[in-house]
């Protein structure tokens, strides 16, 4: 989905599942962009463990935070189940990627932009 809608995804493979990983290995990989998307997760139990968590120390490091890059995204409706509404996720991660090409206009509660105060849908 992440190279359908345009982007490059730095820590997953395509066709493997998914897997967990730690912060550490988010920070070295320095991701211009970071979607989160918690497996089981709507958009706002997602914002709600944004604001919750225990960030490490070079947290701001990433280009990602300090550009306001970091973005969360309903994955139970949009990204963990198969059928139409997967078209709607690429379509929020096109927006996500490549605004000027994709407006985020849509975005209506499916996806939210974070910030160190993130922990409710804006």
């Known amino acids: 989905m992440v190279g359908v809608a345009g982007g490059v995804d730095v ?4 066709a493997q ?5 730690d912060w550490n290995t988010v ?3 320095q991701p211009e962009i970071i979607v989160l998307m918690p497996c089981g997760y709507d958009l706002q139990e997602t914002l709600d463990e944004y604001a919750n ?4 120390a070079d947290w701001d490091s990433m280009l990602a935070v300090r550009n306001d890059r970091v973005f969360a995204v309903d994955a139970t409706s949009h990204f963990s189940r198969p059928g139409p509404r997967l078209a709607e996720g690429v379509e929020a991660l096109a927006s996500v990627f490549h605004p000027e090409l994709v407006p985020p206009t849509w975005f209506n509660g499916r996806a939210s ?8 849908i804006r």
């Open 113 to 120: 932009r974070c910030s160190v105060e993130c922990g409710r």
């Open 53 to 56: 968590l225990n960030r490490p």
């Open 27 to 29: 920070i070295a990989a």
């Open 11 to 14: 820590l997953g493979h395509v």
């Open 17 to 21: 599942p998914s897997f967990r990983t």
